[in-house]
């Protein structure tokens, strides 16, 4: 099972093709371009964190997810087609990931209707899904990039809820469901996870 906004990532690699080209003629490194992505991420989010009450400053959260979102495809593509792979690079790629999402889904623990234990499950469960999904090459499968909530999924969510709470919409209690409701999505999407590349290994010994 792979409904993912994932599966819409080639389209928009195309897109950035040429300025991923200009970036590797000038120097730039696949390695600069996940540390710029995290590095940006941290800011955003702690930003967004320090300024509240103030709800404003949450509008950087949805512009830095689509920044993030074009980092992330030009180090990929800067890697396999610039001849940027390294050991450190896979590192740096999957640890910056879940840094990433940490710093920027968190400051949605200080809003009253979602509140720290409903939001700290689903940063939990959202390192949970990359955790499982990295486990897939150790056990001969591929890396696992099943939904229905991946990495892509949760920045469109995490990113219009933003939009919302910086634009300054209502958030009445029941907005809390939305959290539950990711929260079983991110479940779901372990599940999932392990179940493709137990799949996929299937008859191997």
Same mark, same amino acid.
């Given at each position: ?33 996940? %540390?710029?992505? @995290?590095? +940006?991420?941290? #800011?955003? !989010?702690? *930003?967004?964190? $320090? ?58 623990? %200080?809003?009253? @209707?979602? +509140?720290?234990? #409903?939001? !700290?499950? *689903?940063?939990? $469960? ?58 079983? %999505? ?20």
């Amino acid at each position: 099972m792979r409904l993912t906004l994932y599966e819409l990532k080639p389209a928009f690699q195309a897109v950035l093709r040429p300025r991923v080209d200009a970036l590797a003629r000038t120097g730039v490194t696949a390695n600069q371009v996940t %540390l710029a992505a @995290a590095i +940006g991420s941290i #800011l955003a !989010g702690v *930003v967004a964190a $320090l300024c509240w009450p103030l709800r404003w400053p949450f509008l950087l959260i949805p512009l830095w997810l689509f920044i993030r979102m074009a980092l992330n495809a030009a180090d990929g593509m800067l890697a396999r087609e610039h001849g940027q792979r390294s050991r450190l690079g896979a590192y740096l790629n999957e640890l910056g990931d879940v840094v990433s999402d940490v710093a920027l889904y968190a400051p949605f623990a %200080l809003i009253p @209707a979602f +509140g720290f234990p #409903l939001v !700290g499950a *689903v940063l939990f $469960l959202t390192a949970l899904t990359e955790f499982v999904g990295v486990i897939g090459p150790m056990t001969g499968a591929s890396r696992r990039y099943d939904g229905p909530m991946g990495k892509s999924d949760r920045a469109l969510v995490f990113g219009a809820l933003a939009l919302w709470v910086g634009l300054g919409g209502p958030l009445p209690d029941w907005t809390a469901w939305i959290m539950v409701a990711l929260a079983s %999505l991110l479940a779901l999407t372990v599940a999932n996870r392990v179940r493709a590349g137990l799949k996929e290994t299937a008859g191997e010994r």
